[in-house]
């Protein structure tokens, strides 16, 4: 488990994340069906237990819900980086995804340690980089 999940990227990350988001989202999130709620464009936590309740109050009984603890700390960055590719061919796109995997993380007593696996966390490439981790339709 990493000492510190929470990465806080400069101002000029988030400007390469945030055009990284704007590449990645749209490949990722044709790959969705419409009952996924996780780290969408325009769906909310609220969206989800809305459909909740309209299921339960018609013919279903039964919610299940899972997590998984630190399972974004744990994502192998070389299997992550296998499923982009699977979907992005460009270099130049995939070497970003890379670099932001490997950028490391601020401990809390301010050293910077080497991140080998896991995704970023609280950055603007944080949904893309866990979209390429789900399983498609």
Not at 13 to 33: N, Y
Not at 38 to 57: I, Q, V
Not at 67 to 81: G, K, N, R, V
Not at 91 to 118: D, M, N, P, W, Y
Request: aromatic content about 8%.
């Amino acid at each position: 488990m990493r000492p510190y999940a929470m990465t806080m990227p400069t101002v000029a990350d988030r400007v390469v994340q945030a055009s990284l988001k704007l590449v990645l989202e749209p490949i990722f999130e044709a790959d969705f069906a419409p009952c996924s709620y996780g780290f969408r464009p325009n769906r909310r936590a609220h969206d989800a237990m809305a459909e909740t309740r309209f299921l339960a109050s018609k013919t279903y009984e039964w919610v299940l819900e899972g997590d998984i603890t630190a399972c974004f700390d744990e994502i192998s960055h070389s299997a992550l980086m296998d499923r982009v590719r699977a979907r992005i061919g460009d270099k130049r796109v995939l070497a970003l995804v890379k670099a932001f995997l490997k950028a490391g993380i601020l401990t809390e007593v301010g050293t910077s340690k080497e991140t080998v696996t896991g995704t970023p966390q609280g950055g603007i490439a944080t949904p893309p980089t866990q979209w390429a981790t789900s399983p498609s339709k």
